[in-house]
């Protein structure tokens, strides 16, 4: 039998062709749009997709408050409104994210401390995210990378012991499960994206979803602009906010959306899961790993390049590249915070440091390489494919096939 070679050295691929992308909408969200422009009204206060949506996601999640909105941004900007920081209170967060996690919390001027995230889940340091706990700190947002939970008990167990609130940034993990529960049902607040990627989309949206009767009115005046509509008289507003409002075109595709959800997050899991129990063995790289008793929905597929491989993880990519297995290094790079200038240099609002040089702020905060090490090789380590509900069990063994290949033969 002739030696098997790497098709970066000249070998065959292991798959050729590229993967199926897929349409996620279709006949049911035509049919929903189409209801509402021969009503002629798309405005939500007077329509029922925005409403019908909102209730449907909620009951999914059992949750009393369902607060639509913009996008995922929108989303996690509405659960810090809820949470309302005074100027330089801080909030604890993961750096692997988007900005969008950033945002809300700068906008509402409270300052964001990153914790560093575990080498093996991608996510939150529990024990990083105490450490990073002073007595300014108001709230923990725990980011579910790549629909992976979080380590939920060892969160909700610190932010008890400190009477912090916890935001589920789910932007990334819709119907991602911890020990039986879904994410965005564990924290006070759940916060979920509909941007194109995600796994149901109306190509930009967002949800924020509570139990909390306070937190859930604040949210819902915060997102319309602060105004009680129920009031008579002159207008009433009571919560300086903003218009975040979905329009019921928006909401139309929602609504056909959320009656997939379920199918959709068993299939792309099925995927996700198989290409998991393909690659038990691999020498060199490990997936993303999944704690116990948790479910993932792989919005990406994370591997890590381990320390004592024979290869970089440049070089891993490359080579998976050449079998035909269409992957990205390193996510966002670096840690958030030294993705955007803006926030690393801590000058947000004209020239002023604004709110990192309030009185009520630690005065010695910096945002740089030293800031979370660990994070940082993390993301020099990161490795990803893309999984979705369009791949047949076929594309996930030839995708496996790839990376089994590239681990055993490169650096030999
Ligand atoms: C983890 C995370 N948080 C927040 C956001 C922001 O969502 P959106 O793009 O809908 O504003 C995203 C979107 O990419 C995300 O992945």
């Given at each position: 039998?002739?030696?098997?070679?790497?098709?970066?050295?000249?070998?065959?691929?292991?798959?050729?062709?590229?993967?199926?992308?897929?349409?996620?909408?279709?006949?049911?969200?035509?049919?929903?749009?189409?209801?509402?422009?021969?009503?002629?009204?798309?405005?939500?206060?007077?329509?029922?997709?925005?409403?019908?949506?909102?209730?449907?996601f909620?009951?999914?999640?059992?949750?009393?408050?369902?607060?639509?909105?913009?996008?995922?941004?929108?989303?996690?900007?509405?659960?810090?409104?809820?949470?309302?920081?005074?100027?330089?209170?801080?909030?604890?967060?993961?750096?692997?994210?988007d900005?969008?996690?950033?945002?809300?919390?700068?906008?509402?001027?409270?300052?964001?401390?990153?914790?560093?995230?575990?080498?093996?889940?991608?996510?939150?340091?529990?024990?990083?995210?105490?450490?990073?706990?002073?007595?300014?700190?108001?709230?923990?947002?725990?980011?579910?990378?790549?629909?992976?939970?979080?380590?939920?008990?060892?969160?909700?167990?610190?932010?008890?012991?400190?009477?912090?609130?916890?935001?589920?940034?789910?932007?990334?993990?819709?119907m991602?499960?911890?020990?039986?529960?879904l994410?965005?049902?564990?924290?006070?607040?759940?916060?979920?994206?509909?941007?194109?990627?995600?796994?149901?989309?109306?190509?930009?949206?967002?949800?924020?979803?509570?139990?909390?009767d306070?937190?859930?009115?604040?949210?819902?005046?915060?997102?319309?602009?602060?105004?009680?509509?129920?009031?008579?008289?002159?207008?009433?507003?009571?919560?300086?906010?903003?218009?975040?409002?979905?329009?019921?075109?928006?909401?139309?595709?929602?609504?056909?959306?959320?009656?997939?959800?379920?199918?959709?997050?068993?299939?792309?899991?099925?995927?996700?899961?198989?290409?998991?129990?393909?690659?038990?063995?691999?020498?060199?790289?490990?997936?993303?790993?999944?704690?116990d008793?948790?479910?993932?929905?792989?919005?990406?597929?994370?591997?890590?390049?381990?320390?004592?491989?024979?290869?970089?993880?440049?070089?891993?990519a490359?080579?998976?590249?050449?079998?035909?297995?269409?992957?990205?290094?390193?996510?966002?790079?670096?840690?958030?915070?030294?993705?955007?200038?803006?926030?690393?240099?801590?000058?947000?609002?004209?020239?002023?440091?604004?709110?990192?040089?309030?009185?009520?702020?630690?005065?010695?905060?910096?945002?740089?390489?030293?800031?979370?090490?660990?994070?940082?090789?993390?993301?020099?380590?990161?490795?990803?494919?893309?999984?979705?509900?369009?791949?047949?069990?076929?594309?996930?063994?030839?995708?496996?096939?790839?990376?089994?290949?590239?681990?055993?033969?490169l650096?030999?």
């Open positions: 039998m002739a030696e098997e070679k790497l098709a970066i050295d000249g070998g065959t691929p292991v798959h050729t062709g590229g993967f199926p992308s897929g349409n996620k909408v279709g006949k049911e969200e035509l049919e929903q749009l189409g209801e509402v422009i021969e009503s002629g009204n798309m405005f939500y206060t007077s329509g029922t997709k925005v409403k019908g949506f909102a209730e449907e909620a009951e999914i999640h059992g949750a009393k408050h369902a607060i639509t909105s913009t996008s995922g941004t929108a989303a996690l900007h509405v659960a810090i409104a809820m949470v309302n920081p005074s100027p330089g209170d801080e909030i604890i967060l993961g750096p692997i994210t900005i969008g996690s950033v945002i809300g919390i700068v906008f509402q001027t409270a300052i964001p401390i990153f914790c560093e995230v575990r080498p093996d889940t991608f996510n939150m340091d529990p024990e990083d995210i105490e450490r990073k706990i002073t007595d300014k700190t108001k709230a923990i947002m725990a980011i579910h990378l790549f629909g992976n939970p979080c380590d939920m008990d060892p969160i909700m167990e610190i932010a008890k012991k400190h009477n912090l609130i916890v935001i589920e940034d789910c932007s990334q993990a819709h991602s499960e911890y020990k039986g529960k994410v965005g049902t564990m924290g006070d607040i759940g916060c979920f994206s509909l941007q194109q990627s995600k796994h149901i989309t109306t190509g930009d949206g967002g949800i924020t979803i509570t139990n909390d306070d937190l859930g009115t604040r949210g819902k005046l915060f997102a319309d602009k602060g105004w009680h509509r129920d009031a008579y008289g002159p207008r009433k507003y009571t919560v300086f906010g903003i218009n975040y409002r979905m329009n019921e075109l928006t909401g139309a595709v929602a609504l056909a959306q959320v009656r997939k959800m379920k199918d959709v997050i068993t299939l792309r899991r099925a995927r996700g899961d198989l290409l998991s129990e393909l690659l038990a063995d691999t020498p060199h790289v490990q997936p993303q790993v999944l704690l008793g948790c479910k993932h929905t792989y919005w990406q597929y994370g591997l890590r390049v381990l320390d004592d491989a024979p290869f970089t993880p440049t070089d891993f490359r080579a998976l590249k050449a079998e035909g297995i269409g992957c990205g290094q390193g996510y966002i790079g670096k840690p958030i915070f030294l993705c955007h200038d803006a926030l690393r240099t801590q000058t947000i609002f004209g020239k002023s440091n604004f709110p990192f040089d309030h009185p009520n702020a630690r005065p010695d905060l910096t945002y740089d390489e030293s800031t979370c090490p660990i994070t940082q090789k993390v993301l020099d380590h990161m490795v990803t494919v893309s999984i979705s509900q369009f791949l047949s069990e076929d594309d996930i063994r030839d995708m496996a096939a790839g990376i089994k290949k590239v681990a055993r033969l650096g030999k």
